[in-house]
């Protein structure tokens, strides 16, 4: 299903992947959990499907990351969207990077290892 594409970057979340293309395009599949797959509702998709979120924007979208019901992805301008459940110290849409640093070394200071499953190696 994503012979077409030409993906530059692969995120596996607990039950669902996303996959980021080199014309900016966000490909979801498995989980819909909460949201997290981006297509306004909870239900699973089996075969990768665009986030029209990201279709029409002018950011590009230049990095992908998956967590166990959230997506985030990393755009261009330094904002990140964040999709699915935003709690635990996750990010709401469009939040910017520089804003977010704080909020960061705070939430890796009071973390434990049971928590790290939610950030890229």
């Known amino acids: 299903s994503l012979e077409r594409y030409q993906v530059v970057s692969l995120a596996a979340g607990h039950a669902h992947s996303v996959a980021l293309t080199d014309d900016g ?3 979801t599949w498995g989980s819909g959990k909460l949201g997290c797959s981006g297509h306004g509702s909870d239900s699973d998709e089996v075969l990768p499907r665009k986030v029209l979120l990201f279709s029409h924007s002018t950011i590009r979208p230049v990095s992908v990351a998956a967590g166990e019901v959230h997506t985030s992805v990393l755009r261009s301008d ?5 999709l699915g459940r935003v709690t635990h ?8 990077v520089g804003e977010m640093v704080a909020a960061m070394r705070h939430g890796i200071a009071i973390s434990n290892v ?8």
């Open 25 to 27: 395009q966000i490909l």
């Open 114 to 121: 049971e928590d790290w499953h939610h950030f890229p190696s």
């Open 78 to 82: 330094g904002s990140m969207v964040t």
């Open 89 to 96: 110290g996750r990010f709401a849409e469009g939040a910017c």
